[in-house]
């Protein structure tokens, strides 16, 4: 609002000062306007031998020689030898000394007898200055008085429109958990500002009640590992029997394995919510499978690589891609009953990783819900693997912020197949 004032302000003086200005220009041209018929038949007059008369006893109408000098009987005008050339020349002047200033417009015209005569008119501009003086001002207070009425114009106007804002600001405060805002029937920006409220607070209660869930099963899942060290520490502590202390201490650093594989799992996905993204870089999908087939130091189920020869480069960062092979080769590891079989395949601006196994695979119902947090398929499978539920959660966000899909359907051997495509370049 106060720009809006200050522009209309500043826009306002400049026209009034270039109006004000124009105002002595605009009476210099009435007069001239006045000033030519008179002269044109004066003019005629003189060609003619005879003495002009003008119709208006304001306006002088006088006859002179070439050097400025009266041939009309009368006293000589005040004009100088620049104002005679110039009137001569057929230009008109404006004599500021005189008070009120007198305009003068003329030409040469010759006499019967053949004389130059120099035949001027010229009339008094009364009120010129005090015109100038006094209409500058009367446009400055205008322009004062418009901007100031534009500046209160300009408030209610926007008070106005923001009435309903305000409404709807008041009615979001006082919002339940769980509702939404009503939509305006007139589909205009109120309307839009309405639903995309309405689309933040669902993003807001979607963000609650995951980072909710989120916690709750982080909690329970580290409470069990915890829970299990210190009651083994406990009975090594209570039976001082070496052989029973070194079991405990092999249960204990498996524990603490599970302990730190899920904190870890748990900060990726944190960094991963706060949007914390490394930055992309080419990778060989090749030689990374490689490199995880052989983190894999298993005998069986045994692992094999179907690969193009040379690379498939795909855009991602090294440290994304070993996650999701590892989490990936861990995962077909332990249901595997013979073999993992891992295959890259470039396909046009893509590359599809695929991971098979031979194992009681993953039953329809589950194949949408294993890809989230915590997630595990409720049988005595699930529960002697002791896993904690975040593996193939963390391979798919870190898929999907890249622009990847993973899914999960039956592999040909009847066991699980895992499928990711990212991005080739």
């Not at 018929?37 to 109408?61: C, E, H, K, N, R």
């Not at 000589?76 to 003068?104: C, H, M, Q, T, Y």
């Not at 730190?260 to 930055?279: F, H, M, Q």
């Amino acid at each position: 609002m106060m720009m809006a004032t200050a522009a209309t302000l500043v826009i306002l003086l400049l026209t009034a000062w270039y109006t004000g200005g124009r105002i002595g220009s605009l009476l210099i041209t009435s007069a001239d306007k006045e000033l030519q018929p008179i002269l044109q038949a004066a003019l005629v007059d003189v060609s003619a031998g005879l003495t002009p008369q003008p119709d208006t006893p304001y306006v002088q109408v006088r006859v002179l020689d070439t050097a400025g000098e009266p041939v009309d009987g009368k006293p000589k005008p005040d004009l100088n030898d620049r104002d005679v050339s110039e009137l001569k020349a057929g230009e008109p002047i404006l004599r500021f000394p005189d008070d009120p200033p007198i305009r003068w417009v003329g030409t040469v015209v010759t006499a019967p007898d053949g004389a130059q005569r120099l035949v001027v008119a010229g009339t008094g501009l009364t009120g010129y200055q005090q015109a100038q003086r006094h209409g500058l001002n009367w446009l400055l207070l205008a322009a004062a008085l418009g901007a100031a009425a534009t500046g209160v114009a300009t408030w209610f106007s926007v008070r106005s429109s923001l009435r309903p804002v305000e409404r709807m600001r008041l009615a979001a405060t006082r919002l339940p958990a769980g509702q939404r805002l009503p939509l305006p029937e007139a589909d205009d920006e109120l309307r839009s500002l309405a639903g995309a409220l309405n689309g933040l607070l669902d993003r807001r209660d979607e963000a609650t009640e995951r980072l909710r869930r989120f916690t709750g099963d982080a909690a329970h899942e580290l409470r069990s590992p915890v829970a299990s060290i210190r009651v083994q520490a406990e009975v090594a502590v209570a039976n001082p029997d070496p052989e029973l202390s070194q079991e405990v201490l092999a249960d204990i650093v498996h524990e603490s394995e599970r302990l730190s594989t899920l904190v870890d799992g748990l900060l990726t996905l944190a960094r991963a919510d706060a949007g914390e993204i490394p930055r992309a870089e080419p990778v060989d999908l090749v030689a990374a499978a490689q490199a995880a087939i052989s983190r894999c130091t298993v005998d069986t189920p045994r692992m094999t690589l179907q690969a193009p020869t040379g690379s498939a480069w795909v855009s991602a960062a090294p440290a994304e891609v070993d996650l999701v092979l590892d989490n990936l080769l861990r995962n077909a590891v332990l249901y595997a009953r013979a073999q993992v079989m891992v295959g890259v395949l470039p396909a046009g601006n893509s590359v599809r990783l695929v991971v098979d196994d031979d194992g009681p695979g993953v039953a329809p119902e589950h194949r949408e819900k294993v890809f989230d947090r915590f997630y595990r398929v409720q049988d005595d499978r699930a529960r002697q693997t002791g896993g904690s539920g975040l593996g193939l959660a963390l391979v798919a966000e870190i898929v999907r912020r890249r622009g990847g899909t993973v899914l999960v359907n039956e592999s040909p051997d009847g066991g699980a197949r895992f499928q990711v495509r990212w991005k080739s370049l």
